[in-house]
């Protein structure tokens, strides 16, 4: 082994070690966010057969099935042990800051070994590093730069080959996530990077990666709009393109200000609120435009590496940039650590290439301080993970008006058994956000439990239209109904949610109940047909109630239908035959006529 060879082996050592270091915190991390909903919880994943089910389009939220496939054999070695999917987060982000260090150096980009330290500590990559549903991201990066690498190679060397494995290594990246598909336009940016053009066989070569990104942008954008709840207004569709393309300016100046800056992150930054809409709302696009007219202006010296950086940033972004109407966008441009992960890599290796052309101390220095820097924050950052209750929480100490915070943090409380704080969190996120619909079913489930049932009640009729597919709701807002004794109202929400899911035991008890007290109180008022047709449906329901046979007789009987009281009073004795007071009513119908 050369000595070059010894040195490349080090510093990848050292690369490993370093992000090793500064995400040891997010080692012992525990499940945030939504791991529960697509790991901890998740039917398909814990399925024996959920390896193959997971390739069916719809079958999970997103069609992502390579990384939820590495959910389901990791699902087989740790279960419900976090750090083992942590320890692999955590090791894809160090491969991925490897191969992006070999893709730099075949690129010729100087300052490729501090642009990989960089991206390694960069605090701004820690959401989807110790967030163990954002595997999608570090296992994408790690087959995008495998794309790029045998890309690279094949316009280098030739051999069919080379071009395949970067064709198939495209196809596994879209479908760990598709956050890459603007990878395509980056393979011909790479191509005038190298040549200072682009030539009609390299436009030729990145045909079949254009056709695959295509295919894949519209599965996206599909399950997006699956993902819509009924009365939601459509998400972003609402939001005209003129607003859009103003509001994409907002957007890259911020991500790219987190780089530069990365301090006050967290996980839900304050809406962008823009009311009446002035001139000054188009400047940080007409900017971002001007500083790209500019560098391409001066290409020919410093404006090439600017120009190539900041391209590929934007096409890494542009999917989230808000220009294409996607629903979790809503109404307002929305940003997250998470969106930026595989864009942070052209910042920080112009970044890097501007550094290390100042003398050898001077660098040496400056990425000393530069790495101790954000390699503490990044530590620091990755402690926050700890456990839900305190991610969210360091949200809302940043932004008290984060609504899925303060959503996060009630649900938090709750299993805490602290139902006062939890309630006081729900109000508040419906108070900001009034159509929140998650935050108001879960504040009137909290005040339900408080026995809080009038409360609760008016929650679940402002609900109930919003989500009118779900089962759970309907069942919880037919047992507040029968805590305030409105059992017609109770008896047909019951309904509603067997109807939606016929195999809903819980729902079909509180039916069967609700209809048995509705029969008991029409037998105190004396509205004995009233009380004959709900204990009617009682037993048909649970027919093997012999307290409701034996009632249902005793209304009969006061009806005068004594031989239909006799068929209930007889069934009544045969389900529960050491019954006295059964049998004596048995015996006293047999004796009248």
């Given at each position: 082994?050369?000595?070059?060879?010894?040195?490349?082996?080090g510093?990848?050592?050292?690369?490993?070690?370093?992000?090793?270091?500064?995400?040891?915190?997010?080692?012992?991390?525990?499940f945030?966010?939504?791991?529960d909903?697509?790991?901890t919880?998740?039917?398909?994943?814990?399925?024996?057969?959920?390896?193959?089910?997971?390739?069916?389009?719809?079958?999970?939220?997103?069609?992502?099935?390579?990384?939820?496939?590495?959910?389901?054999?990791?699902?087989?070695?740790?279960?419900?042990?976090?750090?083992?999917?942590?320890?692999?987060?955590?090791?894809?982000?160090?491969?991925?800051?490897?191969?992006?260090?070999?893709?730099?150096?075949?690129?010729?980009?100087?300052?490729?070994?501090?642009?990989?330290?960089?991206?390694?500590?960069?605090?701004?990559n820690?959401?989807?590093?110790?967030?163990?549903?954002?595997?999608?991201?570090?296992?994408?990066?790690?087959?995008?730069?495998?794309?790029?690498?045998?890309?690279?190679?094949?316009?280098?060397?030739?051999?069919?080959?080379?071009?395949?494995?970067?064709?198939?290594?495209?196809?596994?990246?879209?479908?760990?996530?598709?956050?890459?598909?603007?990878l395509?336009?980056?393979?011909?940016?790479?191509a005038?990077?190298?040549?200072?053009?682009?030539?009609r066989?390299?436009?030729?070569?990145?045909?079949?990666?254009?056709?695959?990104a295509?295919?894949?942008?519209?599965?996206?954008?599909?399950?997006?709009?699956?993902?819509?709840?009924?009365?939601?207004?459509?998400?972003?569709?609402?939001?005209?393109?003129?607003?859009?393309?103003?509001?994409a300016g907002?957007?890259?100046?911020?991500?790219?200000?987190?780089i530069?800056?990365?301090?006050?992150?967290?996980?839900?930054?304050?809406?962008?609120?823009?009311?009446?809409?002035?001139?000054?709302?188009?400047?940080?696009?007409?900017?971002?435009?001007?500083?790209?007219?500019?560098?391409?202006r001066?290409?020919?010296?410093?404006?090439?590496?600017?120009?190539?950086?900041?391209?590929y940033?934007?096409?890494?972004?542009?999917?989230?940039?808000?220009?294409?109407?996607?629903?979790y966008?809503?109404?307002?441009?929305?940003?997250?650590?998470?969106?930026?992960?595989?864009?942070?890599?052209?910042?920080?290796?112009?970044?890097?290439a501007?550094?290390?052309?100042w003398?050898?101390?001077?660098v040496?220095?400056?990425?000393?301080?530069?790495?101790?820097?954000?390699?503490?924050?990044?530590?620091?950052?990755?402690?926050?993970?700890?456990?839900?209750?305190?991610?969210?929480?360091?949200?809302?100490?940043?932004?008290?008006?984060?609504?899925?915070?303060?959503?996060?943090?009630?649900?938090?409380l709750?299993?805490?058994?602290r139902?006062d704080?939890?309630?006081?969190?729900?109000?508040?996120?419906?108070?900001?956000?009034?159509?929140?619909?998650?935050?108001?079913?879960?504040?009137?489930?909290?005040?339900?439990?408080?026995?809080?049932a009038a409360?609760?009640?008016?929650?679940?009729?402002?609900?109930?239209?919003?989500r009118?597919?779900?089962?759970?709701?309907?069942?919880?807002?037919?047992?507040a109904?029968?805590?305030l004794?409105?059992?017609?109202?109770?008896?047909a929400?019951?309904?509603?949610?067997?109807?939606?899911?016929?195999d809903?035991?819980?729902?079909?008890?509180?039916?069967?109940?609700?209809?048995?007290?509705?029969?008991?109180?029409?037998?105190?008022?004396?509205q004995?047909?009233?009380?004959?047709?709900?204990?009617?449906?009682?037993?048909?329901?649970?027919?093997?109630?012999?307290?409701a046979?034996n009632?249902l007789?005793?209304?009969?009987?006061q009806?005068?239908?004594l031989?239909?009281?006799?068929?209930?009073?007889?069934e009544?004795v045969?389900?529960a035959?050491?019954?006295?007071d059964?049998?004596?009513?048995?015996?006293?119908?047999?004796?009248?006529?």
């Amino acid at each position: 082994m050369t000595n070059f060879d010894k040195q490349r082996w080090g510093f990848g050592a050292l690369l490993v070690l370093l992000t090793a270091l500064v995400y040891y915190p997010a080692l012992w991390a525990g499940f945030v966010w939504d791991d529960d909903l697509l790991l901890t919880q998740n039917a398909v994943i814990h399925a024996a057969d959920g390896w193959w089910r997971m390739w069916l389009p719809g079958a999970m939220m997103d069609y992502y099935p390579v990384t939820w496939m590495t959910f389901w054999l990791e699902w087989r070695l740790w279960g419900m042990n976090a750090t083992g999917y942590h320890a692999t987060n955590i090791l894809l982000h160090a491969t991925g800051a490897l191969l992006v260090w070999q893709v730099l150096l075949r690129l010729s980009v100087r300052g490729a070994w501090l642009a990989a330290l960089l991206f390694v500590v960069h605090p701004v990559n820690v959401e989807s590093v110790a967030w163990v549903s954002e595997r999608k991201n570090t296992l994408s990066l790690v087959l995008y730069a495998l794309t790029m690498l045998a890309y690279l190679r094949f316009e280098r060397d030739g051999g069919w080959r080379w071009y395949a494995g970067a064709l198939g290594a495209f196809l596994l990246a879209l479908l760990a996530k598709t956050s890459g598909v603007a990878l395509p336009v980056v393979l011909l940016l790479c191509a005038w990077w190298q040549r200072g053009k682009m030539e009609r066989k390299e436009l030729l070569h990145s045909a079949p990666f254009f056709l695959l990104a295509a295919v894949f942008g519209l599965i996206t954008i599909w399950s997006q709009q699956a993902q819509l709840p009924p009365g939601t207004g459509g998400g972003g569709v609402e939001r005209p393109l003129w607003f859009r393309l103003g509001a994409a300016g907002h957007v890259f100046w911020f991500y790219l200000f987190k780089i530069l800056a990365p301090v006050q992150l967290m996980t839900e930054y304050p809406l962008w609120k823009f009311g009446a809409l002035k001139p000054w709302f188009w400047l940080p696009t007409l900017a971002a435009g001007a500083v790209l007219a500019t560098a391409w202006r001066f290409r020919a010296t410093w404006g090439k590496a600017v120009l190539f950086a900041l391209v590929y940033f934007g096409l890494m972004l542009f999917p989230v940039l808000g220009v294409f109407n996607m629903p979790y966008a809503g109404r307002s441009p929305v940003v997250a650590d998470h969106l930026q992960y595989l864009a942070t890599i052209g910042i920080l290796s112009l970044a890097a290439a501007t550094v290390t052309g100042w003398s050898r101390e001077t660098v040496r220095g400056v990425a000393v301080v530069a790495l101790a820097i954000l390699g503490f924050l990044t530590w620091s950052r990755a402690a926050a993970y700890e456990n839900h209750e305190r991610l969210f929480s360091d949200t809302l100490a940043k932004n008290p008006n984060a609504t899925k915070a303060r959503l996060e943090v009630g649900n938090a409380l709750i299993k805490r058994g602290r139902l006062d704080t939890a309630i006081e969190h729900f109000q508040e996120a419906v108070r900001l956000r009034p159509w929140f619909v998650q935050a108001r079913c879960n504040l009137a489930n909290a005040l339900a439990q408080q026995g809080k049932a009038a409360e609760a009640v008016t929650h679940y009729a402002k609900v109930i239209p919003l989500r009118p597919k779900t089962a759970e709701l309907n069942y919880n807002y037919g047992l507040a109904l029968v805590a305030l004794g409105r059992l017609d109202e109770a008896i047909a929400q019951f309904q509603r949610a067997l109807a939606l899911k016929p195999d809903f035991s819980a729902a079909r008890a509180s039916l069967v109940v609700a209809h048995y007290e509705h029969a008991r109180a029409a037998v105190r008022r004396g509205q004995f047909d009233v009380a004959i047709a709900h204990f009617t449906e009682t037993v048909r329901l649970d027919p093997a109630n012999a307290l409701a046979h034996n009632n249902l007789g005793v209304a009969l009987a006061q009806q005068g239908k004594l031989a239909e009281a006799r068929k209930h009073f007889a069934e009544a004795v045969r389900l529960a035959p050491h019954d006295a007071d059964y049998r004596r009513n048995l015996e006293q119908s047999a004796k009248q006529p």
